[in-house]
């Protein structure tokens, strides 16, 4: 099983204005949502653990997580309020976004809520805002750090700047969570946001201090893999963007679907992996974001479809 952490969210979609109205459209969202309703939607057992309102939205949640093959066990149910965040996309599908989360469920976690992980759980994958916010991101990186070596620890900060506060204070606490990590993916606007760092010397960086694959993602470009022996360069799918929203979460998402699908979900599998191996993961991952950027917001692929993509025979609009 794969453990996500993080934020579960109700995104608000906001079209344009007609008149005094504007409509809205209630999804069920957030980073490490989308990471966990992907890895269950192709087919990988995935639990998640975080604060989930008690509210109608927090039950919704919940109730979406269990419909969706996601163990809910590992849950905190919080008398705090959903988080809300605000998404309204451009006429090119790039998305931007408002978020209202101060004193909301998913900042609800403290150490003492921390399961004990059974053998079963081969990985743990955190990510976004949470990490940045208290008490619920230093009670992460205690997981982090506890399983630090055990077990794989995937991250990705899609970091949102409105909500990481000073850029500083930001990379002080994403470098204590990039000492734990096995896998680091990222997207080339996270790198020049938080570093401002060229991506084969950060890479090269990470991979000295531990990390066994760095991923830098850049849209329709494609993705850069950095293994210690070997540097992997694969483009993106061609296909007509509807809108780019959930596209990092799903490759995330795809990226451990498929190093489990291999059983390569391990230090030592991942230290060993070839350069056609790895080559797999990446286009797996990139067919998969590539899905979901055909789509109206984050709704993520199932493995039959990502399957279809890559053996060419996918009904996805082509740019």
């Given at each position: 099983?794969?453990?996500?952490?993080?934020?579960?969210?109700?995104?608000?979609?906001?079209?344009?204005?007609?008149?005094?109205?504007?409509?809205?459209?209630?999804?069920?969202?957030?980073?490490?949502?989308?990471?966990a309703l992907g890895l269950?939607?192709?087919?990988?057992r995935v639990g998640f653990l975080g604060g989930v309102s008690h509210d109608r939205f927090g039950g919704f949640l919940a109730d979406t997580m269990a419909r969706e093959g996601i163990d809910t066990r590992f849950l905190k149910r919080s008398s705090h309020p959903t988080p809300l965040a605000v998404v309204s996309t451009d006429d090119d599908g790039q998305p931007s976004y408002g978020f209202h989360s101060a004193g909301c469920a998913e900042r609800d976690l403290n150490i003492a809520d921390l399961p004990v992980l059974d053998p079963s759980i081969a990985a743990i994958a955190l990510g976004s805002?949470?990490?940045?916010?208290?008490?619920?991101?230093?009670?992460?990186l205690s997981l982090a750090q506890r399983v630090t070596?055990?077990?794989?620890?995937?991250?990705?900060?899609?970091?949102?700047?409105?909500?990481?506060?000073?850029?500083?204070?930001?990379?002080?606490?994403?470098?204590?969570?990039?000492?734990?990590?096995?896998?680091?993916?990222?997207?080339?606007?996270?790198?020049?946001?938080?570093?401002?760092?060229?991506?084969?010397?950060?890479?090269?960086?990470?991979?000295?201090?531990?990390?066994?694959?760095?991923?830098?993602?850049?849209?329709?470009?494609?993705?850069?893999?950095?293994?210690?022996?070997?540097?992997?360069?694969?483009?993106?799918?061609?296909?007509?963007?509807v809108d780019t929203v959930g596209a990092g979460d799903t490759f995330h998402a795809a990226l451990l679907a498929r190093?489990?699908?291999?059983?390569?979900?391990s230090r030592?599998?991942?230290?060993a992996l070839t350069a056609e191996t790895l080559a797999d993961l990446v286009d797996y991952a990139a067919a998969a974001a590539a899905i979901t950027c055909s789509r109206r917001g984050a709704d993520l692929p199932r493995r039959a479809e990502v399957e279809a993509m890559l053996a060419g025979g996918a009904d996805v609009p082509r740019a």
């Open positions: 099983m794969i453990l996500v952490c993080g934020e579960a969210l109700i995104d608000l979609f906001v079209d344009k204005p007609v008149g005094t109205t504007v409509a809205t459209r209630a999804i069920a969202g957030g980073s490490q949502f989308n990471v269950a939607r192709l087919g990988t805002y949470p990490l940045a916010v208290e008490p619920v991101g230093s009670t992460l070596g055990r077990i794989v620890v995937s991250l990705d900060p899609n970091i949102r700047p409105s909500l990481a506060g000073d850029p500083g204070r930001w990379r002080r606490r994403f470098e204590q969570f990039a000492r734990t990590a096995t896998i680091l993916k990222l997207s080339r606007e996270d790198l020049a946001v938080a570093y401002a760092a060229d991506p084969d010397a950060w890479a090269a960086e990470r991979l000295a201090d531990g990390a066994a694959l760095v991923i830098v993602t850049d849209g329709a470009a494609g993705a850069t893999a950095y293994h210690r022996q070997h540097r992997l360069q694969r483009r993106a799918p061609p296909i007509a963007v190093l489990a699908q291999k059983n390569r979900l030592d599998a991942l230290a």
